[in-house]
């Protein structure tokens, strides 16, 4: 794994906002819950986004995009970015069967990803005088074990592309 990645059993910590894992394994909670506030629960399945149209619909349906979304990727990162409207603190995505999500569409795959990737950096903030990065955003995505190496190599590769 590269330099950005942290593997333990069953997690890989690709930014203090974005975690891999396997099926059935888990990230600590302490890693994803904060000391106190409100958190937003979102969870949905990669198996149920085919396409783009299936995509966008889905992630407007479980994470109440406002009516004013634009069905594009620019759209999307716009909502994904803001979320203010959910009435939390923090907030949590869980993608299960993550390499599933739009497997047939490596251009939109891409999309996906890298707005979820853009948007978790933006919610992030550094701790000060600690310097630990914490996120009001968390993306977890849950793989079945013989894709999650794979999967975690595809987004290290996407992450080094200018423009992720």
């Known amino acids: 794994m590269g330099a950005l990645m942290k593997e333990e059993t069953s997690a890989i910590?690709?930014?203090p906002w974005m975690h891999i894992l396997t099926q059935g394994g888990g990230v600590p909670l302490d890693e994803l819950l904060p000391a106190s506030g409100s958190v937003y629960v979102a969870r949905?399945?990669?198996?149920?986004m085919p396409d783009e149209v299936s995509a966008f619909q889905y992630f407007s349906e479980v994470?109440?995009?406002p009516e004013y979304f634009g069905w594009n990727w620019n759209a999307f990162y716009d909502c994904v970015r803001d979320l203010e409207w959910l009435s939390a603190d923090y907030r949590i995505l869980i993608i299960e069967s993550a390499e599933s999500?739009?497997?047939e569409d490596d251009d939109a795959r891409k999309e996906l990803f890298g707005s979820l990737w853009r948007a978790g950096k933006r919610w992030s903030y550094t701790k000060?005088?600690?310097g630990v990065t914490l996120t009001k955003l968390s993306i977890v995505l849950s793989c079945d074990k013989?894709?999650?190496s794979t999967f975690a190599k595809r987004l290290e590769e996407w992450q080094e592309q200018p423009n992720w």
């Open 13 to 15: 910590h690709i930014a």
């Open 44 to 48: 949905l399945s990669g198996q149920d």
């Open 63 to 65: 994470l109440k995009f």
């Open 101 to 103: 999500a739009l497997s």
């Open 128 to 130: 000060r005088p600690e």
């Open 146 to 148: 013989e894709s999650v």
